[in-house]
């Protein structure tokens, strides 16, 4: 069972009251990743977005014109979020997710999560920025990345 004390840790839902938070945990599940296996995959609709509570994962894309993967960020934080893509339209993963180690992971239903954020534009205002911030580390993260291919 997901609790507030769990959810609370996560800095996305840093500042919420107990009963926001308690709305969250409604919304979330538990789930296992094991080693070796991918979570999601690039371009696949995504429905939910993932709170790490104990692993480590990498977010990674598939060049075209390589064989490789590039590593975009590491996931190894608790509590650290990932998968924005289930909260932020068009709801398409933007990369992918491998468990590098048995992972334990909150899963939360990202459409029931966005109707929550309308419901309660307080949750809405505070989740959104810390969403945005995600998104722009990530975004930096790419660049980078991108530069070391050149």
């Known amino acids: 069972m997901v ?3 769990m959810i609370s840790q ?4 840093e500042g919420l009251t107990e009963e926001q938070l308690a709305a969250i945990a409604d919304l979330c599940e538990e789930v296992t990743c094991q080693q070796g296996e991918v ?3 690039e371009g696949h609709p995504a429905e939910q977005m993932f709170i790490l509570v104990e692993g480590e994962l990498t977010i990674f894309v598939q060049l075209s014109s390589r064989p490789e993967r590039i590593t ?5 934080q608790p ?3 990932f998968g924005w893509s289930g909260v932020v ?5 933007t990369a992918s997710a491998l468990c590098e180690i048995d ?4 899963a939360l239903d990202g459409e029931a999560f966005m109707r929550l954020l309308e419901q309660d534009p307080a949750i809405g205002c505070v989740v959104h920025q810390r969403i945005a911030e ?3 580390r990530r975004l930096r993260n790419t660049r980078l990345a991108l530069m070391k291919t050149l």
């Open 3 to 5: 609790t507030t004390e």
């Open 10 to 13: 996560a800095s996305l839902f």
């Open 39 to 41: 979570l999601f995959w």
């Open 72 to 76: 975009m960020s590491v996931i190894n």
């Open 79 to 81: 509590y650290q979020a």
């Open 89 to 93: 339209p068009p709801h398409a993963y």
């Open 103 to 106: 992972s334990h992971i909150l």
């Open 134 to 136: 995600v998104i722009s």
